[in-house]
C-alpha cells in the first residue's frame, strides 16, 4: 500500500518510509551478482564458446552488443565474476568511457589491470606488487593510482597489449589463473577513432596461432557496445567484422522480469502481490533499467512491507516521469508535454508498446483534422529532437531510442489513467 494514499501523513509513517534499508535497485549502475536474472542463452553460449575455450588456452574476442541500458554490463561483469570464481580466469574490466585517444585506452587498460583482482584479494595484491610506481595507498575508499605514471606508460599498453597481459597473467599463475578476460567497456567515444578498430585487429591477429604447437596468450577480449558501434568499427576497419564472435543482448522476458522483482523485494523482506508484478513487468516491457527504476519508486512508495496493485500503478507513473527527465532529456520531454502533439503521440503510442517503427498513414487514418494539420510538424519535429529518424522505407519512421518510444508509450497509458 502506498504511504501516499493517506491523507495525513504520520511521523510513523515517514519514519517507515524513511528507516527503510537498502534499496535492491539499481538503476543506473550494473546489477550486483545476488541480483543478477537471466540471460542464459547469452551466458551459456559465453561460457562455452568463449570462457571455456580460453581456459584450454585458444583465444576468443566476443563482441557484446545490445542497445542503451539494455543489460551489456551486467552479463559482461556476470561472466567475469563466474569465470574467475570457476574456470581460472582473471578478470579485467575496463571503461572507455572517458577515451578518446589510444592513450587513454592504454591508461584505461593499465588502471583496470591495477584493480583487477576484484573478487579475490590475493590476485589483486600479486598483479600490483611488480607495478608499485603506479600505486599510491589503499584507503577505505580503494586504491589510489598515480595518473602521471600511468600516462606515461599508456602507449606502451596501446603498443604491446598482448605481452602486458602476458606479463600480468605470469604473476598470477602460480594462483591457479590460466587466462585472462578482458573487457573493454563503454567505447562509444573511441569507437570513431579508426585507430581503435586497427587496435582490436592487431591485437586479435597477433594472438592467432601459425601452427598449433605455437603458443598464444589465452585470451577472452569482450568489446561491449551498441550495433551501431561496431558497424561504425567494420566501417573503418572491414575486417573486424570476422574478429568477433557477436552475442545480442535483448529485452527480458516477463519470466525474467518477474524472477527479478521477486528475488530483489525478497531480499528487502517484501511481498509482491501477483497483479502489482504484473503491472510492473508489463510497463517495464523487458528493458531492465526500467525494471530497477519502477522497482525502485515501488520500494521507496511502500509503507506496509507489501507491494499491491496501488504501489504499482503509482510506482509506474513516477518511473514514467523521471525515466522522461532523466533519460529522454528536457528539450524532448518539454516537446512531448506540449498539448498540441500529446494527442498525436498517444495515437501512435497506442500502436503498439514494442513496435518500433510506424507509417505515416496508418497514424494519419486515426488522427482527427486538427491533428492532421499538426502531423508534419510534428513528425519535423521529433526527428529535430532525434527522437524520430526516416526510414529507408519513404512514409516510414523509427524511434532511435527505444527507451524514449517507451517513454512516450508510459506518457499515453498515464493520460489515460489521469482522465
Ligand atoms: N540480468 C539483469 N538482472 C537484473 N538487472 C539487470 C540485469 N541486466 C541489467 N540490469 C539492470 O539494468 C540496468 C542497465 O544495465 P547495464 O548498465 O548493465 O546496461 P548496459 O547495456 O551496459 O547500459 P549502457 O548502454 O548504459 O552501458 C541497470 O540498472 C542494471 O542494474
Ligand atoms: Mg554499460
Not at 551498441?226 to 568477433?244: G, K, T, Y
Request: proline residues 4%; glycine residues 8%.
Amino acid at each position: 500500500m502506498a504511504a501516499t494514499d493517506k491523507k495525513n501523513i504520520s511521523r510513523d509513517d515517514v519514519n517507515a518510509i524513511e528507516g527503510k534499508g537498502r534499496s535492491p535497485f539499481f538503476p543506473d549502475q550494473p546489477v550486483p551478482v545476488e541480483l543478477f536474472v537471466g540471460r542464459s542463452v547469452q551466458i551459456d553460449h559465453i561460457e562455452k564458446r568463449a570462457v571455456g575455450q580460453v581456459a584450454q588456452g585458444k583465444p576468443v574476442s566476443v563482441f557484446l552488443e545490445g542497445e542503451y541500458g539494455i543489460g551489456k554490463t551486467s552479463v559482461a561483469r556476470f561472466t567475469q565474476w563466474a569465470a574467475e570464481r570457476n574456470d581460472g580466469l582473471l578478470g579485467i574490466y575496463a571503461t572507455l568511457e572517458r577515451a578518446e585517444s589510444m592513450d587513454d585506452v592504454g591508461a584505461a587498460v593499465l588502471e583496470a589491470t591495477l584493480r583487477s583482482g576484484v573478487y579475490n584479494p590475493k590476485l589483486g595484491e600479486r598483479i600490483r606488487e611488480g607495478m608499485a610506481k603506479f600505486v599510491g595507498e589503499q584507503s577505505l575508499f580503494g586504491l589510489t593510482i598515480h595518473a602521471e605514471a600511468l600516462r606515461k606508460e599508456a602507449p606502451n599498453i596501446t603498443r604491446g597489449l598482448l605481452p602486458f597481459l602476458s606479463q600480468t597473467l605470469d604473476r598470477v599463475r602460480s594462483s591457479g589463473v590460466t587466462g585472462v578476460f578482458l573487457v573493454l567497456d563503454e567505447i562509444n567515444g573511441i569507437a570513431s577513432n579508426p585507430q581503435f578498430a586497427a587496435f582490436l585487429k592487431a591485437v586479435v591477429d597477433s594472438n592467432a596461432p601459425i601452427s598449433l604447437a605455437q603458443p598464444t596468450l589465452p585470451l577472452l577480449l569482450m568489446v561491449c557496445g551498441v550495433e551501431e558501434r561496431r558497424r561504425q568499427l567494420i566501417a573503418q576497419h572491414e575486417s573486424v567484422a570476422r574478429i568477433f564472435d557477436v552475442v545480442t543482448i535483448e529485452q527480458m522476458s516477463d519470466g525474467e522480469m518477474s524472477e527479478f522483482f521477486r528475488k530483489a523485494f525478497e531480499s528487502a523482506h517484501l511481498s509482491v502481490e501477483p497483479d502489482a508484478l504484473q503491472i510492473m513487468s508489463h510497463f517495464a516491457a523487458g528493458f531492465p533499467k526500467v525494471m530497477h527504476l519502477v522497482g525502485n519508486t515501488a520500494y521507496w512508495l511502500d509503507a506496509d512491507g507489501r507491494i499491491d496493485k496501488a504501489d504499482a500503478v503509482s510506482a509506474v507513473l513516477f518511473a514514467a516521469d523521471e525515466f522522461g527527465k532523466r533519460y529522454v532529456g528536457q528539450q524532448v520531454y518539454a516537446a512531448l508535454r506540449s498539448d498540441s502533439y500529446r494527442s498525436i503521440l498517444t495515437k501512435i503510442a497506442r500502436m503498439g508498446p514494442m513496435e518500433m517503427s510506424f507509417k505515416r498513414h496508418d497514424v494519419e487514418r486515426g488522427l482527427t483534422d486538427a491533428e492532421k494539420k499538426n502531423f508534419n510538424n510534428f513528425l519535423q519535429r521529433m526527428k529535430r529532437l532525434k527522437v524520430l529518424r526516416g526510414a529507408d522505407v519513404p512514409g516510414e519512421y523509427v524511434f532511435i531510442m527505444r527507451m524514449a518510444r517507451l517513454y512516450i508509450y508510459m506518457q499515453s497509458i498515464r493520460a489515460t489513467v489521469a482522465r
